[in-house]
């Protein structure tokens, strides 16, 4: 279970036990049980002594921007042995190794995008059916290139790794836009800032998801700071960019989702003078558990049923102890 402080003036402090959320002259008590990490946004307090109990008890504490970027992390020095496998990350840059993950990564993203095309609803109009299948096909066309791509380190290959990856999404975006309300579509992909309640959706979702898969990174030993195809962003956790790449449609299928379904008012973002867009309180509020409710839903793979949390975790370990051969 995650908590979430992203209301102004709400303040996180410890009872004896458990923590303790006050807003105003209401006071709510909250046990540690099943809490795997703390959330606080701009306008929210947390004590000292609640940090302390939350690191005790290996709870992770987040601080999220407005946007829902992480921007600081607090976590229990008892996570995974990060010096170990980051002589094994340093190693594996250098090999071809690093070259191949880098395109599984990749394509298992595009062949994500594919699925969620594939089973967007076209109601019978057969020129949306028409753009899906368009789209699915472009896509797969750049499977292809993305597959006969070689060379011997990333470095060789990572401009044309870029440059198509950036193609296949804007083939994506621009086919799911067209299956939007109307009034939801957008003129194109914006981030820094969104001007738009849909991309100011999917900024803020990726911006948790980012911040899980950075936790998962670190609670299994892996440095989030040495990554594979992203290695330019100064003081940031470049790996989770990368690995975010085959998750990233699942908050995609949450925010068309919630768009699809036409709960969106306009007490959910505001506007600002220069155009861009923000999500309001009651916005991030609806969109984080929704994104929650889905991660934590129990879903088949293989013979096992798991959440797709738990996947996250999972692959984060698999991924450390494929590290580990490189040390």
């Not at 105003?24 to 940090?51: C, E, L, M």
């Not at 250098?94 to 095309?117: G, Y």
């Not at 925010?255 to 959910?268: A, G, Y």
Request: aromatic share 10%; net charge negative; with cysteine.
């Amino acid at each position: 279970m995650e908590l979430v402080l992203n209301t102004y003036g709400v303040s996180l402090n410890r009872d004896q036990n458990g923590f303790v959320i006050s807003s105003g002259d209401s006071k709510q008590r909250v046990p540690t049980d099943g809490i795997t990490s703390i959330q606080i946004s701009n306008g929210a307090i947390i004590s000292s002594d609640a940090v302390l109990f939350a690191i005790e008890n290996e709870i992770e504490i987040i601080f999220m921007t407005k946007g829902g970027n992480p921007m600081g992390r607090v976590w229990s020095p008892k996570y995974g042995s990060i010096s170990t496998i980051r002589k094994g990350q340093l190693s594996f840059l250098h090999t071809h190794d690093s070259v191949a993950w880098i395109k599984e990564t990749i394509c298992k993203k595009i062949e994500n995008q594919q699925a969620l095309l594939l089973a967007m609803d076209s109601k019978g109009y057969s020129a949306l059916e028409a753009a899906k299948t368009k789209a699915i096909n472009r896509l797969e066309d750049y499977l292809t290139k993305l597959t006969s791509l070689d060379g011997d380190f990333v470095t060789d290959i990572a401009a044309k790794l870029r440059g198509w990856e950036g193609q296949a999404s804007k083939i994506y975006f621009d086919c799911m836009n067209i299956f939007l309300p109307e009034k939801y579509r957008f003129y194109e992909r914006s981030q820094h800032p969104a001007m738009d309640v849909t991309n100011a959706m999917l900024n803020y979702g990726y911006g948790i998801l980012y911040s899980k898969i950075e936790g998962a990174l670190i609670k299994s030993g892996i440095d989030p700071y040495i990554g594979v195809l992203h290695r330019d962003n100064y003081n940031r956790p470049v790996l989770a960019y990368d690995v975010i790449e085959i998750y990233r449609v699942w908050v995609d299928y949450v925010v068309f989702s919630l768009l699809c379904q036409n709960i969106i008012t306009d007490e959910f973002y505001s506007v600002r003078e220069d155009g861009s867009c923000l999500l309001e309180p009651l916005g991030r509020r609806v969109l984080i558990q929704s994104l929650n409710d889905y991660l934590e839903e129990i879903v088949g793979i293989g013979n096992t049923k798991r959440s797709r949390l738990t996947q996250i975790f999972l692959y984060c370990q698999e991924l450390a102890q494929t590290l580990k051969k490189f040390e």
